[in-house]
């Protein structure tokens, strides 16, 4: 069987070689997944788009109770009515992707009780969907600037669930199809080393 964990030089994209350097052995996927604004028409597929929801309901969650929720848009009318809640910096460059989503959880377990664990089995579904994507050449992008009670409103969503990000879904496109501002900070991410972030014992700020 061969091994997910590779050199993480080894089959990077030109970019993120350019842009990114892991400090230890991890698959090129975790680095060739970022999150781009340009996207192209491009028509994301049934099987691809239902291939990514059905990997983020496989995340794990407490208690099994599967809190998540995916409020999708493909359709012209569709997307008309999520690009009524984007803000306009982001739907300036949302409304080209072919695909929206709407992550939302349930913050009650089936017997009433509050689940406050919704929240972070919500966020680890979506980075299950977001590797999926990266998997079958699709590019996401999680928005959290939106208008959140007008989503609620439009899409009929209970008060019982919290909406947390709009997840734009496609195939990424040129750059050049950005405003000035934008094209400049199309690249891949980096990240604060590792020490920053990672404690042993106890933590030490």
Request: charged share 25%.
């Given at each position: 069987?061969?091994?997910?964990?590779?050199?993480?030089?080894?089959?990077?994209?030109?970019?993120?070689?350019?842009?990114?350097?892991?400090?230890?052995?991890?698959?090129p996927l975790f680095l060739n997944r970022w999150s781009p604004r340009a996207y192209d028409d491009r028509k994301v597929s049934d099987e691809d788009l239902y291939s990514i929801l059905e990997a983020a309901?496989?995340?794990?969650?407490?208690?099994?109770?599967?809190?998540?929720?995916?409020?999708?848009?493909?359709t012209e009318g569709q997307l008309e009515t999520f690009h009524e809640f984007?803000?306009?910096?982001?739907?300036a460059w949302a409304e080209k992707a072919p695909v929206?989503?709407?992550?939302?959880?349930?913050?009650?377990?089936?017997?009433?009780?509050?689940?406050?664990?919704?929240?972070f089995d919500a966020g680890?579904?979506?980075?299950?969907?977001?590797?999926q994507a990266t998997l079958l050449g699709l590019s996401t992008h999680a928005i959290g600037g939106f208008d959140k009670d007008k989503a609620r409103s439009l899409l009929n969503v209970p008060d019982d669930f919290d909406l947390h990000a709009v997840i734009a879904v496609g195939y990424r496109g040129e750059k050049e199809t950005l405003d000035?501002?934008?094209?400049?900070?199309?690249?891949?991410?980096?990240?604060?080393?590792?020490?920053?972030?990672?404690?042993e014992g106890r933590i030490n700020l």
């Open positions: 069987m061969m091994s997910l964990i590779v050199n993480p030089t080894e089959q990077l994209t030109s970019e993120v070689k350019e842009h990114r350097k892991a400090e230890h052995s991890v698959n309901h496989w995340a794990p969650s407490s208690f099994n109770d599967q809190p998540w929720r995916f409020i999708v848009a493909k984007l803000h306009p910096f982001n739907r929206l989503v709407l992550v939302a959880s349930n913050k009650k377990r089936d017997n009433g009780d509050q689940n406050g664990a919704h929240a680890t579904a979506w980075g299950y969907l977001a590797i000035a501002n934008l094209q400049e900070r199309e690249n891949p991410s980096t990240r604060k080393s590792l020490e920053e972030v990672v404690f």
